[in-house]
């Protein structure tokens, strides 16, 4: 089973909105309404931003948000700013493997 | 506060063997599911093996079934992996991950520990 694809790099300038895209299959994001998405600055563990498509743990800013179609997941970052500069994945639960994940987005504040 | 520190990576040659302790403090370790999830050099993350509160349920990624043993001491608060015939592909930082829902990969995660297998 593949990775799920998202775009290498994404960039944006202060305060404008972004949106990274997910794709996977009819057998992970199109199948579960499990996706989740981690921002992982350099040489920093992965920090849980969204689950469950568009959900926010505690204390993660209302400016991220995230969405799904088909087998698209995507995640939103709104008001941009330069400590969102950092590689973003995303996960979703599969029935054969309990995750997989994607290829990664790095996000560039211009 | 929740804290996972991983600890024994470290430089092994192709055919070696390493086992990998990730030290939970900040919430009731037993409660709790955990994954251990490795990320190669510039890649992006990839599951590898997950084990239930109380060592019921264990799953491997099939790149490590057979080769790899998680397990974990609840009277320690301590998550463990035993990872033997090492090969060049499973050089990566190595981090444990605590699992809220098994539907999230993990709610909080460690900084790592880094595994390189090179002769």
């Known amino acids: 089973q593949s990775a799920l694809t998202q775009p290498a790099s994404v960039s944006g300038s202060p305060g404008q909105s972004i949106t990274i895209s997910c794709t996977g299959t009819?057998?992970?994001?199109?199948?579960?309404?499990?996706v989740s998405w981690y921002q992982q600055h350099p040489g920093k563990a992965p920090k849980l931003m969204i689950y469950?498509?568009?959900n926010r743990p505690s204390g993660i800013s209302n400016r991220f948000s995230g969405s799904k179609s088909g087998n698209t997941a995507s995640l939103t970052i709104s008001g941009l700013q330069a400590d969102d500069e950092a590689d973003y994945y995303c996960?979703?639960?599969?029935?054969?493997?309990?995750?997989?994940f994607g290829t990664g987005t790095k996000v560039t504040v211009l | 506060e929740v804290q996972l520190v991983e600890s024994g990576g470290g430089l092994v040659q192709p055919g070696g063997s390493l086992r990998l302790s990730c030290a939970a403090s900040?919430?009731?370790?037993?409660?709790?599911?955990m994954n251990w999830v490795r990320q190669a050099p510039g890649k992006g993350p990839e599951w590898v093996s997950y084990?239930?509160?109380?060592?019921?349920?264990?799953y491997y990624a099939d790149s490590v079934k057979g080769r790899f043993t998680i397990s974990r001491d609840n009277a320690k608060n301590s998550l463990y992996l035993q990872m033997n015939s090492l090969r060049a592909e499973d050089t990566a930082v190595y981090y444990c991950?605590?699992?809220?829902?098994?539907?999230?990969?993990?709610?909080?995660w460690g900084q790592g520990t880094l595994v390189t297998a090179s002769s």
């Open positions: 991950a605590r699992v809220h829902r098994i539907e999230v990969a993990g709610d909080y």
């Open positions: 009819s057998s992970d994001v199109g199948d579960y309404n499990s």
């Open positions: 900040g919430f009731t370790f037993s409660l709790y599911s």
């Open positions: 996960s979703s639960y599969t029935r054969s493997r309990p995750y997989v």
């Open positions: 084990i239930s509160s109380s060592s019921t349920t264990i």
């Open positions: 469950d498509v568009s």
